[in-house]
């Protein structure tokens, strides 16, 4: 079923809501590696893949890469992945996630780290009440232990693998609960941290063994999706990407264990390059825009900023998919696909369509609907 929006089609396909969550790459070798409730699934990167024609060996985008679901996948199917995040915890994900590993290499190293010597270092100093809260006192120890043993006799791809392996292991070690979008703690025997890392790295090492790749690893960096300083003009061939969703910043909380104990940062240090995240300036009011909550404005000025650098970047003859949801506020819903969708138009992309594949009906104050907020693929051309 298809109706006319403007001058391009607006196409509803509930059947395809679930892939526009993390939750089918659960079960999938390398992509289950670590839980990212704000990703999507490789079924959906290789439906795009598809429907956009892109031809073999091409360089797919995703400035906002996450867990890295785009670049990975794109290194199954033979096309050169690139991926961007101003997270280093996404990075580092995204980086473990797309190397290519020998099994053999692993095994050795994973032996190496156990059959050395615990470290008897001191806690780090200025450990947060939250990092403390997460882990059993003799559990904490024994990670950052672990975390210098690895960083001592393991280096290169071998190191990253066995940090991320250690992170996954970590949290089955820990009282953290993500409840949503919610960070919690729920004192429970927590299994010792040791074994566990054991087996989560044997598993892991089971997974690279399952999988054949067509195409080298794929180069992930740390960026702004706002301002591609790295990435040259014209140089892509196809993006598929999901920005961070208009008015849910939580996400930014729940990983807060694993950002400071893996990269010695706080929450508060990463907002400022987070999109949409409001800081102390007035926001740029685009126009048009100019009856949005403030956050929303934020949140579509610094959008204006990505699609313009993804305009820039892409080549001509170029296609884009990016997947949007609608914002919730107190008297209204925000239809982020359509103001997406102009925002492009205004850069230059030709819109061809916009896929709605979820709807949330929105009430207020839990009584009154104000709307419902859809979830939709939007897809561009240059
Ligand atoms: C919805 S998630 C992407 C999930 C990804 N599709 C996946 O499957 O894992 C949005 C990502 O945008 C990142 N992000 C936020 N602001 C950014 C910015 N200014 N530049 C680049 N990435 C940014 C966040 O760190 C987050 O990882």
């Given at each position: ?9 607006v196409?509803e ?19 289950r590696?670590?839980y ?10 290789l439906m ?22 785009t670049?990975l ?10 991926g961007?995040?101003?997270?280093p ?9 797309t190397?290519i590993?020998?099994p ?16 008897q ?13 997460a ?11 672990l975390k210098?043993?690895?960083e ?8 990253v ?14 009282y ?8 919690r ?32 690893p794929?180069i992930?960096?740390?960026g ?7 990435i040259?003009d014209?140089?892509?061939?196809a ?9 849910k910043?939580e ?9 400071e104990?893996f ?7 990463l907002?400022?390059s ?18 949005l ?8 000025s ?8 993804m ?6 003859g ?5 997947v ?8 209204r819903v ?10 492009a ?25 104000i709307?419902a907020?859809?979830?939709s693929?939007?897809y561009?051309?240059?």
């Open positions: 079923m298809g109706v006319f929006e403007g001058s391009y089609t196409e396909r509930y059947d395809l809501w679930s892939l526009a969550t993390f939750k089918p790459n659960k079960n999938i070798p390398i992509h590696w670590f990212f409730k704000e990703g999507f699934s490789r079924d959906l990167v795009l893949l598809e429907e956009m024609g892109v031809p073999e060996g091409a360089v797919v985008l995703d400035p906002f890469t996450g867990s890295g679901t670049p996948t794109c290194m199954e199917k033979g096309f050169m992945g690139v961007v995040d101003a997270s915890l996404a990075v580092f994900v995204s980086l473990a996630k190397r590993y020998d053999v290499e692993l095994r050795d190293a994973l032996d190496r780290c156990l059959s050395a010597a615990p470290r270092s001191p806690l780090p100093d200025g450990l947060s009440p939250t990092v403390r809260k882990f059993p006192k003799r559990t904490l120890e024994e990670l950052f232990s210098e043993v690895i001592e006799v393991c280096s290169g791809d071998a190191k693998f066995l940090m991320l392996a250690l992170m996954n292991a970590a949290v089955k070690a820990s953290i609960y993500r409840d949503g979008s919610v960070l703690f729920v004192k429970r025997p927590a299994p010792p941290l040791r074994p566990v890392f054991r087996k989560v790295a044997q598993s892991m090492i089971e997974d690279v063994k399952r999988v054949r790749f067509k195409s080298g794929a992930i960096l740390q702004d999706a706002r301002r591609l300083e790295e040259e014209e140089s892509v061939d993006i598929i990407t999901s920005p961070p969703y208009l008015n910043i996400y930014t909380k729940v990983y807060e264990v694993e950002l104990v990269f010695g940062k706080r929450v508060h240090d907002v400022r987070y999109i949409g995240l409001v800081g102390r300036e007035v926001p740029r009011t685009i126009p048009g825009l100019e009856d909550p403030d956050s929303a404005k934020l949140y579509f610094d959008m204006f900023d990505s699609l313009g650098e305009w820039r970047v892409l080549k001509s170029g296609k884009a998919a990016v949007v949801a609608g914002g919730v506020y107190p008297d925000v239809e982020s696909d359509y103001i997406l969708a102009d925002l138009e205004r850069v230059g992309f030709r819109v061809e369509k916009i896929r709605v594949v979820g709807k949330r009906v929105a009430t207020s104050g839990r009584v009154h609907r709307g907020a859809r979830e693929i939007v561009l051309a240059k």
